[in-house]
Nanobody, 128 residues
Framework: VQLQASGGGLVQAGASLKLSCAISGGAFNSYAVGWFRQVPGAEREFVSAISRSGGTTHYADSVKGRFTSSRSSEDDTAYLQMNRLQPEDTAVYFC??????????????????????WGQGTLVTVSS
């Protein structure tokens, strides 16, 4: 299973970005997808997770109300819409996938250790 994250960039505070995570080599609808971010010297931080059906999502408190996870089986891609970006959102963003075969349609892992497959990361920089 391969994950390709894209969509990062340099924006000003208050702007929006939409990250994409294209998944190939596996059955897209069998995977829960998570988003994490990391800054140098810090632990990888949970941002959001979406279940394989797309019907269940979870968000970190720091992004709740600003970020939205979605997914499309038409192009086997998960998305993270990020609105009202702030300088503290600056980080490398990673997408990850975990099979939900044994966990059901609402499975949304919150810990990075639960994920089996990772994308390469995409840098988001928010200037003040």
């Amino acid at each position: 299973v391969q994950l390709q994250a894209s969509g990062g960039g340099l924006v000003q505070a208050g702007a929006s970005l939409k990250l994409s995570c294209a998944i190939s080599g596996g059955a897209f609808n069998s995977y829960a997808v998570g988003w994490f971010r990391q800054v140098p010297g810090a632990e990888r931080e949970f941002v959001s997770a979406i279940s394989r059906s797309g019907g269940t999502t979870h968000y970190a408190d720091s992004v709740k109300g600003r970020f939205t996870s979605s997914r499309s089986s038409e192009d086997d891609t998960a998305y993270l819409q990020m609105n009202r970006l702030q300088p503290e959102d600056t980080a490398v963003y990673f997408c990850a996938a975990r099979s939900a075969k044994f966990f059901g349609d609402t499975y949304t892992p919150l810990r990075h250790s639960e994920y089996d497959y990772w994308g390469q990361g995409t840098l988001v920089t928010v200037s003040s």
